[in-house]
């Protein structure tokens, strides 16, 4: 009886509906709507309200192909749900967004950029260390979100990004690194709190479809790199729907004309996500202050963490985004101070590929140029984002966690008429302070490029293509970055590294130093490296040196080879005296050889290990490695 009242009601609705309909341009939809859902009819009516009949034109009668309709419209409740402000929003601003496109009219009118003033840190320096220490207590008061939904397309690598070495020495993967890291860190602030208890501090993951299962694989047979399961969140982005035309009707594929076109909306999509997973307002309850974002390769990032997130803390910051010097015209955006002519104020990323025009819009012919430094007076923005937890709430209350978007279609011809293919809306996480007050106190730190910059973003050929002086931001110089800092922190820290020597490996010229690598939990701040290094210590360009674990001390160090040496926390291992082998070579590799893994060949190279001395404390007590 109760089901029969059920279905009575839902044909009354259908029935209003259909009405409704009938003065509607979709015949097709209105013979079909016996076989619909209510939610389903709701979801037609707002297509065909919002100009997409089309998706219904080719619809037979009921009785053909009803479950393929019924599918539309299931991929069409998925659209409407995931994206702030429901599809009709979608729809309404990317017919906005592509009426502006085609009048090209520039998304900085009225604005004048100019050179913003930040926090300019150096490595090693006294305001480093002091920012590093006010950084690492605040740690316990952070969250960290990676974002690594992207397909890393650039790169042309078939796997994730994650999962990819970050240098091969040790073949950690980036997520491993990331994890150590954070774990260190949360560690060490908790020692710096004195007795407070320590809190497991909380890691985002933002997946894809491209990338969720992997990911989730990738934690789970690695048991989570040591993080509790409980500690990770991963949350997936949804694709958004592909627009055909300027009208914005959404393209249905073209082997399915039941099933509307997808695509990535971009990394602006994590703070929607993290606002309706109501893990924000957990983190604030649970009394954090802080939410740090971070890209999938950067594998020196955590270098120039603690010191940004001191930077933050010390000045209030509400947003700060971390950066370093840029080479006019490299592939990152540059941080700018918007002027509009009505007053108002803003910094601000502009993408790489609108900095240049807007420059030569408004009286600087040379556009995007390198000034006496050398580099382009606006610095690069990395995309590591540190907000304050409170305002950044506060806001996204107001906005739900939508951020301003923008359109790129690429037209077949000057008349703008038509695409090539289809378009769609994106979003990028660094332009959340766009829609912010100006109260809002936004602002960023740079520093050095080798200590803090050296994603892993281009493929072998696009890399040996860059301007000459521009980083290749490869794979190849992804690892010889991570060598060159850790080398380069030792210097600063008074240890002998032998200058770098120069190699080309998959066209690319690089500076090749020691192979120097330590884990997070030796060091993750200049101070810890400074702490655990004393008397004559030096290491020679052809060595290699693996430090694994918290209580090792180099003093008196002198390397020429390979030295490998693994400690538990209750060993203290002081490393001294002199090591001479044949140590680890790095070896050059043809990168079509179809006999080595990808992660080889994206390199050019590859660790030949000849000879080392490799030692081991797995018991506790006090220990003295002299060869
Ligand atoms: N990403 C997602 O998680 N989801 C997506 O839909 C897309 C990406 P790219 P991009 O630091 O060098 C950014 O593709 O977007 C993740 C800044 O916009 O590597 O070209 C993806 O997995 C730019 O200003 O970079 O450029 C990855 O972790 C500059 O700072 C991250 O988002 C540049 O990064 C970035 O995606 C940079």
Known sequence: MASAAVNSAIEKLANVQLNELSTSSSPNLQKNLSILSPEQIDLGKMLLEMGQGHLFEHWPDPGVEDDEKKALLTQVASLNSSYPGGLASYIKTAKELLADSKAGRNPFDGFTPSVPSGEVLTCGDDKFIEYEEVGVKQVQNAAFVLVAG??????????IKIALPMETTTGTCFLQHYIESILSLSEASCKQAQGESQRDVPLVIMTSDDTHERTLQLLESNAYFGMKPTQVKLLKQEKVAC??????????????????QTKPHGHGDVNALLYSSGLLKEWKDAGLRWVLFFQDTNGLLFKAIPAALGVSETKQYHVNSLAV???????????????????????????????????RATGHPDGDDNCETGYSPYPGNINQLILELGPYIDELTKTGGAIKEFVNPKYKDS?????????????????????????ARVGFTVTEN?????????????AAKVPKGNPFHSATSGEMAIYGANSMILQKAGVKVDDPITQVFNGQEVEVWSRIVWKPTWAVTFSDVKSKVS?????????????????????????????????????????????????????????????????????????????QLKQSYDEPGKFFLKS
């Not at 695409?419 to 302070?433: A, G, I, N, V, W």
């Open 150 to 159: 992207g397909l890393g397309e650039r790169l042309g690598y078939r796997g």
């Open 243 to 260: 627009l055909a035309d300027n009208d914005a009707r959404l393209a249905l594929d073209s082997n399915n004309k039941y099933k509307i």
């Open 325 to 359: 010097p840029r080479k006019a015209k490299e592939a990152i955006g540059g941080i700018t101070k918007l002027t509009h002519t009505d007053g108002r104020e803003m910094v601000i990323n502009v993408e790489y590929n609108q900095l240049d025009p807007l420059l």
């Open 415 to 439: 008349t703008k008429t038509e695409f090539k293919s289809s378009t769609r809306l994106e979003c990028m996480m660094q332009d959340y302070p766009k829609t912010l007050p100006p109260s």
């Open 450 to 462: 080798w200590l803090a910059y050296a994603p892993v973003k281009n493929n072998a050929d696009d």
């Open 535 to 611: 008397g004559n210590n030096s290491v020679s360009q052809k060595s290699t040196l693996i430090i694994n674990g918290r209580n090792i001390f180099i003093e008196d160090l002198s390397l020429n080879g390979a030295l490998i040496v693994d400690s538990i926390d209750d060993a203290e291992v002081k490393v001294g005296g002199s090591v001479q082998n044949n140590g680890w070579a790095i070896e050059t590799i043809d990168k079509d050889s179809t006999e080595l893994p990808e992660e080889v060949r994206i390199r050019g190279f590859r660790i030949k290990k000849t000879e």
